[in-house]
């Protein structure tokens, strides 16, 4: 699989670790990737995808990066880290009201430095890539030479990111000796699964891979999904073409909605901190390993051996109203 140049700044390989409590207590072997360890101002997956994203950028002569997200959203931050690392000027357009305190990722932003434009939810929802681009307008009246990201870095060559995370699994496999035959990840805006997907494919490996969404439904992903990989074989020259029923999305694990909490998931993620040392967060990585845990109790794992994990971060959207439901 051809890849092309990308800038380098997360850790690489991020370590593969066993849960080894989790597993003898589900009768399942159950590993986890650290990506939540790529870094600190850059940490999760989304650094991955911004490797790729931002050299396009930069091969374009952009000297501003455009970009868009929730007020909590671990891409915002990260691409305003990256954009101060190059020496570049940034724009974050973030779903929310600056009603409560400025913490989390959102006070990261400020630290950064970057300029943000807050947008009530119902107008972000429906009107977002429009706003970015009125946004690049006015800065190319300024002289900049603008690059939209959109969001989560989530298009054909910010999922090169996760085709890349794949080949890092399969040496991986043989360097600990251990074949995965499922591996899982969270969706959020589908490029992370999307990678992983088009890259397990391409290199004709046979481990399923599953998602499980934290937003939407699995319909919209599995369309989004399809897209993706559109976008992802104009950078590898590989096209393939996967029917929608061959997309596993494992749907039902939304709870309240997007970065809102259920009281089952906060003490779920608690009790995996316990068990295992490890901290998911309770926007992405909570709700998709809580599903996890869930759909190996309901069997739908059964005919798998070896299960991975991928931990794209997010430890800085513990807000207040999240850390106020755990239960001390």
């Given at each position: 699989?051809?890849?092309?140049?990308?800038?380098?700044?997360?850790?690489?390989?991020t370590?593969?670790?066993k849960?080894?409590?989790?597993?003898?207590?589900?009768?399942?072997?159950i590993?986890i990737?650290?990506?939540?360890?790529?870094?600190?101002?850059?940490?999760?997956?989304?650094?991955?995808?911004?490797?790729?994203?931002?050299?396009?950028?930069?091969?374009?002569?952009?000297?501003?990066?455009?970009?868009?997200?929730?007020?909590?959203?671990?891409?915002?931050?990260?691409?305003?880290?990256?954009?101060?690392?190059?020496?570049?000027?940034?724009?974050?357009?973030?779903?929310?009201?600056?009603?409560?305190?400025?913490?989390?990722?959102?006070?990261?932003?400020?630290?950064?430095?970057?300029?943000i434009?807050?947008?009530?939810?119902?107008?972000?929802?429906?009107?977002?890539?429009?706003?970015?681009?009125?946004?690049?307008?006015?800065?190319?009246?300024?002289?900049?030479?603008?690059?939209?990201?959109p969001m989560?870095a989530?298009?054909?060559?910010?999922?090169?990111?996760?085709?890349?995370?794949?080949?890092?699994?399969l040496?991986?496999?043989?360097?600990?000796?251990?074949?995965?035959?499922?591996?899982?990840?969270?969706?959020?805006?589908?490029?992370?699964?999307?990678?992983?997907?088009?890259?397990?494919?391409?290199?004709?490996?046979?481990?399923?891979?599953?998602?499980?969404?934290?937003?939407?439904?699995?319909e919209?992903?599995?369309?989004?999904v399809?897209?993706?990989?559109?976008?992802?074989?104009?950078?590898?020259?590989?096209?393939?073409?996967?029917?929608?029923?061959?997309?596993?999305?494992?749907?039902?694990?939304?709870?309240?909605?997007?970065?809102?909490?259920?009281?089952?998931?906060?003490?779920?993620?608690?009790?995996?901190?316990?068990?295992?040392?490890?901290?998911?967060?309770p926007?992405y990585?909570?709700?998709?390993?809580?599903?996890?845990?869930?759909?190996?109790?309901?069997?739908?794992?059964?005919?798998?051996?070896?299960i991975?994990?991928?931990?794209?971060?997010?430890?800085?959207?513990?807000?207040?109203?999240?850390?106020?439901?755990?239960?001390?």
């Open positions: 699989m051809r890849l092309p140049e990308k800038i380098s700044f997360a850790n690489l390989p370590k593969i670790e849960l080894g409590r989790l597993s003898e207590e589900l009768g399942k072997e590993y990737k650290r990506d939540d360890q790529t870094g600190t101002e850059i940490s999760g997956n989304k650094i991955r995808k911004l490797e790729y994203a931002v050299k396009e950028a930069i091969n374009n002569g952009c000297n501003y990066l455009i970009t868009c997200g929730g007020i909590q959203s671990n891409h915002a931050r990260a691409t305003a880290a990256v954009a101060r690392k190059l020496g570049m000027e940034v724009y974050l357009a973030l779903r929310g009201n600056e009603n409560g305190e400025v913490e989390g990722n959102y006070f990261l932003d400020k630290m950064l430095g970057a300029k434009k807050l947008v009530a939810p119902e107008e972000f929802n429906s009107n977002v890539e429009n706003i970015m681009e009125n946004i690049k307008e006015d800065l190319i009246k300024e002289g900049y030479k603008p690059y939209i990201i989560g989530s298009n054909g060559v910010g999922s090169l990111g996760y085709c890349e995370a794949m080949e890092e699994i040496q991986q496999e043989k360097e600990l000796d251990i074949k995965f035959d499922a591996i899982v990840t969270t969706i959020g805006s589908g490029g992370t699964y999307a990678g992983l997907y088009y890259a397990n494919y391409i290199k004709d490996n046979d481990a399923r891979v599953y998602g499980i969404n934290i937003c939407d439904d699995a919209y992903f599995k369309d989004i399809l897209k993706l990989f559109k976008g992802i074989s104009i950078y590898t020259g590989e096209e393939i073409h996967i029917d929608k029923k061959d997309i596993d999305i494992l749907d039902g694990y939304i709870g309240n909605g997007y970065a809102l909490s259920k009281e089952n998931e906060i003490e779920f993620i608690h009790k995996l901190a316990k068990l295992e040392g490890i901290i998911l967060d926007v990585t909570g709700k998709a390993m809580y599903g996890l845990v869930e759909e190996v109790k309901k069997g739908t794992f059964d005919k798998h051996k070896n991975l994990f991928i931990h794209t971060g997010g430890i800085f959207g513990w807000n207040s109203v999240a850390r106020s439901m755990v239960n001390q």
